[in-house]
């Protein structure tokens, strides 16, 4: 596992930003909580053991989790309230004056649901390796940032890089990608997860599912990567537990993803949730002599030549109610 914040850290970070009053012999730090109206210091953070708590209930944490509770740690606190990443959130709770990475995820421990990243990868973020150069530019020409490829705390090896998937802060799962062809790897374990899961805000009423990583980085931090068409049983449980009033069906624009949209719009009813469709658009460019179409939201950066931010004000303007 991996260390504990500091407590002291901890009480440092909450005084600089937040009135409170002292309870249990100071041992408890109440504050207004920051996600709604309180006025009445119902947020309660204990720094010895690093977790908080809403007296009117924790939904502000986000779905409850295989431990049959919700994540109520300070870091997901920091993560929601500056709707920032793992490490950013590690980093201003932390300070100059400790090692950030002595304090980040565990990859790895002893149960039965043991998930690590393969032996010999490395991060990105920091690496002098030539091979990580060229796979960072490659990535910048997918529509990644510096920032983007340490919050995303992408690794590599050779010329692969790896994409961690996290849920309530644990390794759970990985995808690696080959940056000479498109050949990709998986751990041997079923596909039961969704890239960008620990990133949803549970306070957001909209989630949009994609098909690949790419396009859950071109369209933000809203959008979940369901690693193919159509959702499994599973993954439509993890979507139920975020509770969304309104899911955006964003597949690739082919034969496929119009199966998936039907297929999946029937998995995912339900009373208290809207589905609406998103498909890319199909815009015409050429490689090497050859015509080609637009079939997902990334291309419109790689191949037409959008910027990330022109994508994401396209996307909501031809979003439509799914009428099966």
Known sequence: MYTTIPPNAIIAWVSKNFEFKLKKQGAEYHICSPFDDDNAYKFCINPDKGLCHDWRGDEWAGPITKTGKRNCSVVRFVMLYRKCSYPAALKELLGVNFIAADYKRPISDDTEDTMALPDGVEPLTGSTNQQAAMLIKWLKNRGYTDRAISQYDLHFIGMQVYWPYYESDELMYWQARSRVNKRFLF??????FLYGFDEIDPLTDNITLVEGIFDKQTLGPTTLAVGGAILND???KKIRLLRPKRIILAPDNDEAGARSVRSNYQRLQHP???IYTRLPPSLPY?????????KDFNELFTAIGMSIAEIRALFPKHIRKYRP
């Open 187 to 192: 751990p041997d374990v079923p596909k039961h």
């Open 234 to 236: 599973t993954q439509i």
């Open 286 to 294: 050429t490689v090497s002599g050859e015509q080609r179409h637009t």
């Open 272 to 274: 208290k949730t809207e």
